[in-house]
């Protein structure tokens, strides 16, 4: 424990060898894992957070199971798989049709199925979404959509850009704007 945070890194099988339901048990699994063994320790709020395909399942779930989690943190996260298919990213394209099993033309039901904007409800936990605008993986449209349907269902959403982020801009990007995005990203979490 620091700073008030109890923190676990969840693991889990990959996309491209797990159907993506096997994904999303396996960290529903670790979260009821993780309440229990933590009830006693504290009663504050349990968060969610995920990078890219990581944030994707963190919105998933944190927007199918509502009563498991508070708040979710997603960085650079296709809110909208379809997004995808916009992005100049092959390596993207490859991993969202390997995770889904499917293209996009011959199952976009499964897509939006998959999609965690497709998932929110006035009753959506707090999110925070940060995305670099120079994002040549994950278009950082698909979080400026979800930000919006956040706020038009009345939920507390919290949108971050980074004028010239690109995927991952917090491991390489060491200027003003990743610090604040990052003491934002705190903030959040602790109030």
């Not at 009663?43 to 927007?63: I, V």
């Not at 011959?106 to 497709?118: A, G, L, M, R």
């Amino acid at each position: 424990m620091s700073q008030g945070f109890i923190v676990a890194a969840i693991g889990y099988s990959r996309g491209y060898i797990q159907e993506i339901e096997k994904l999303l048990e396996e960290l529903s699994n670790a979260i009821l894992f993780l309440k229990k063994k933590i009830d006693n320790l504290s009663k504050n709020q349990f968060a969610l957070m995920g990078l890219s395909a990581g944030g994707l399942l963190a919105l998933l779930t944190g927007l199918r199971y509502m009563n498991l989690v508070d708040k979710i943190v997603a960085y650079y996260t296709p809110c909208d798989l379809m997004d995808i298919w916009r992005s100049e990213s092959i390596f993207a394209r490859f991993s969202v049709t390997a995770t889904i099993k499917r293209l996009p033309n011959k199952s976009k039901d499964i897509y939006e199925k998959y999609s965690p904007i497709n998932y929110v409800t006035p009753a959506s936990p707090k999110i925070l979404l940060a995305h670099g605008m120079k994002d040549s993986v994950v278009p950082y449209v698909s979080s400026v959509k979800m930000f919006k349907k956040l706020r038009q269902k009345g939920c507390t959403a919290k949108l971050l850009l980074h004028p010239k982020g690109d995927h991952g801009f917090e491991f390489v990007l060491k200027d003003r704007k990743t610090l604040e995005i990052l003491e934002k990203t705190i903030d959040f979490l602790t109030n």
